[in-house]
């Protein structure tokens, strides 16, 4: 079964400081990942998104993802956090096979101390 | 990208009644969906709406409890029925544009709080 990992609940970094998030996928293919950002009282925004060939993926907002196949793996990085990157992160994974349907980690709520 | 607005954004309702929300894509869409998000959790899918076919619901989502309708490529609703304070959660509808299809675009929620 298709399924997500987030194991981090909640992460504080300080501001300036690199970031990593991680996500871990179950599927049966190569699947298509994609994390999205939502602040407080917002709905979702892609922050970015893989579906093939490179493996390292820009995204907005100075962020950066890498698919690493043999771990099953999209983490997401930052080399310096803003204050602004605030809020909680979800990681999802669209089946391929099944009309894209989409299955979302818990998310990481992010805080960013001054 | 698609742009998708909902309304209500919030809403409070009493238990035993019902709310509609309503998602409008601004572009043509084959496919939109309708997430729940309760509270501090992570989204989870209730149906797809495909036009011009009956939704297709989730395991533990059911029709009677969760009516949608999807009269055209731009517009749906979700009707959240005989409410309880268990209801209480985002409603998110998403779509994907028809120029990539791979990727879901989310609206900014529907906030109802069930007293």
């Known amino acids: 079964a298709q399924s997500v990992t987030q194991p981090d609940i909640h992460i504080t970094v300080s501001e300036g400081a690199s970031l990593e998030l991680r996500c871990n996928y179950s599927?049966?293919?190569?699947?298509?990942l994609f994390w999205y950002v939502q602040s407080p009282g917002q709905g979702l925004q892609l922050l970015l998104k893989y579906f093939s060939g490179d493996t390292l993926v820009q995204g907005i907002k100075g962020f950066e993802a890498e698919f690493k196949r043999s771990q099953s793996s999209f983490n997401l990085r930052k080399p310096s956090v803003h204050w602004s990157d605030a809020a909680e992160y979800f990681c999802a994974v669209g089946a391929r096979d099944n009309f894209n349907k989409f299955y979302f980690g818990s998310g990481t709520k992010l805080n960013v101390k001054p | 990208s698609a742009v998708i607005s909902q309304k209500p954004s919030r809403d409070i309702c009493q238990r035993g009644t019902s709310l509609t929300i309503q998602c409008q894509v601004d572009s043509q869409v084959t496919m939109m969906f309708w997430y729940r998000q309760q509270p501090g959790q992570s989204l989870t899918l209730i149906a797809t709406?495909?036009?011009?076919?009956?939704?297709?619901?989730e395991s533990g989502f059911v029709i009677d409890k969760f009516p949608i309708s999807r009269p055209n490529l731009t517009f749906s609703t979700l009707t959240v029925s005989n409410l309880s304070p268990e209801d209480s959660s985002i409603y998110l509808c998403s779509s994907s544009s028809e120029r990539g299809w791979e990727t879901q675009y989310f609206g900014p929620g529907t906030r109802l709080l069930v007293l």
């Open positions: 709406a495909n036009q011009g076919s009956e939704a297709t619901y």
């Open positions: 599927y049966g293919a190569t699947p298509y």
